[in-house]
């Protein structure tokens, strides 16, 4: 079974430039999660998409973001524009349906590590 | 809210010897618990979790993790590391009676497994 994968694996930018991050997750997975990791620092939420809906999106840092995840199947992150700060490792992760099942465990890519110059 | 703490930012120990690495938490109810690892240059994978039951929970590659309430902590721990145990731990916690599933990681402990 594949694993969820992200694309690119790299990306440097300038600041004031667009990305555009995506992340395949896995299959029958409802729930997908964008994370990501600044500075070497905790790894923080940014929101949860359940099928299509979004479910949680209250790490959003500001309305430069915009995630989508049409049909319910891969998700896209846009940055524009981007800054200086936006720059780290962005993870994406995936998890089965949770209702009646607790705690289920989230299954994550390799990241995107992510520059912006 | 939830928080997370791993208060070692990297912890090194030799081959064979037995390798700890600490983790608290703070949660408004309780807690889910997790533990995933990051090797070089590749994403998180999941090592164990907590959920109910049985303290003392056993995961992937020998670890295991010891559900302490009291204490609130939630430490992993392997009797005899190996070299290819070197790597980048993070702890992380769900609200289980909070709405969402977001989980809430510590800053991660680096470890380093000598020969």
């Known amino acids: 079974e594949a694993g969820v994968t992200q694309f690119p694996s790299h990306s440097v930018i300038e600041k004031g430039q667009t990305v555009t991050l995506r992340c395949d997750p896995i299959s029958g997975h409802d729930n997908l999660y964008w994370y990501r990791r600044v500075m070497g620092k905790e790894i923080k939420f940014l929101l949860h998409?359940?099928?299509?809906?979004?479910?949680?999106e209250s790490g959003m840092p500001n309305n430069r973001f915009l995630a989508e995840r049409t049909g319910g199947t891969y998700s896209t992150l846009k940055v524009q524009p981007a800054e200086l700060e936006d720059s780290g490792v962005y993870f994406c992760?995936?998890?089965?349906?949770?209702?009646?099942?607790?705690?289920?465990?989230?299954?994550f890519g390799p990241g995107t590590r992510l520059t912006v110059l | 809210a939830q928080s997370v703490a791993q208060p070692e930012d990297q912890v090194n120990v030799a081959e064979g010897n037995p390798l700890t690495v600490k983790c608290t938490y703070s949660?408004?109810?309780?807690?889910?618990l997790f533990w995933y690892v990051q090797y070089p240059n590749r994403g998180l994978q999941f090592l164990l979790k907590?959920?109910?039951?049985?303290?003392l929970v056993k995961g992937s590659y020998g670890f295991e993790a010891e559900f302490n309430k009291s204490q609130t902590s939630f430490h992993l721990k392997k009797p005899s590391a190996l070299v290819s145990d070197s790597a980048l731990y993070f702890c992380a916690v769900r609200d289980r009676e909070a709405a969402g599933n977001k989980l809430t990681f510590g800053g991660g402990t680096r470890v380093l497994v000598k020969p």
């Open positions: 949660v408004s109810g309780n807690p889910y």
């Open positions: 998409f359940v099928k299509e809906s979004k479910q949680d």
């Open positions: 907590y959920i109910t039951g049985d303290n």
């Open positions: 992760a995936s998890s089965l349906r949770t209702s009646g099942v607790p705690g289920n465990e989230q299954f």
